[in-house]
């Protein structure tokens, strides 16, 4: 089987969740027409329709309201493990120091970098 993109899944999802492509599409900063091809490439994908599309009225299926629970559910479970992996393996802040000009140091200043060991704070 084949997997399946995870961009397509996404615009299903708000799609369904705001019945409207024109929504999704300002949600996901793409525009309507891009949001409509990867639904349907989805649902071709799935053998399965899952909107009832009549004159600017987008209505789930009973197969795509299933589908849609389904979505988001995983979707909630992908957020939750990335929040948990971070929590657990995520490395230390990094502080950084800035500098003025060569040879004369200006006011101190912190800066959080994800994935780097901590370094000096420096004074003003």
């Known amino acids: 089987m084949r997997v399946l993109s995870?961009?397509?899944l996404k615009a299903f999802q708000l799609a369904g969740m705001t019945g409207s492509i024109r929504h999704?599409?300002?949600?996901l900063?793409?525009?309507p027409l891009a949001v409509s091809?990867?639904?349907?490439?989805?649902?071709?994908?799935l053998g399965v329709r899952l909107f009832q599309r009549r004159k600017r009225k987008l209505t789930l299926t009973e197969a795509g309201a299933t589908y849609l629970r389904e979505v988001e559910a995983t979707f909630v479970s992908f957020d939750i493990a990335t929040r948990d992996l971070r929590a657990r393996f995520g490395q230390p802040a990094r502080l950084n120091r800035r500098y003025?000009?060569?040879?004369k140091e200006s006011d101190s200043e912190l800066r959080f970098d994800r994935g780097a060991a901590p370094t000096s704070i420096g004074r003003s």
């Open 6 to 8: 995870t961009s397509k």
């Open 24 to 27: 999704a599409a300002h949600l």
């Open 29 to 31: 900063s793409i525009s």
């Open 37 to 45: 091809a990867r639904v349907r490439s989805l649902e071709r994908e």
């Open 100 to 103: 003025g000009a060569p040879g």
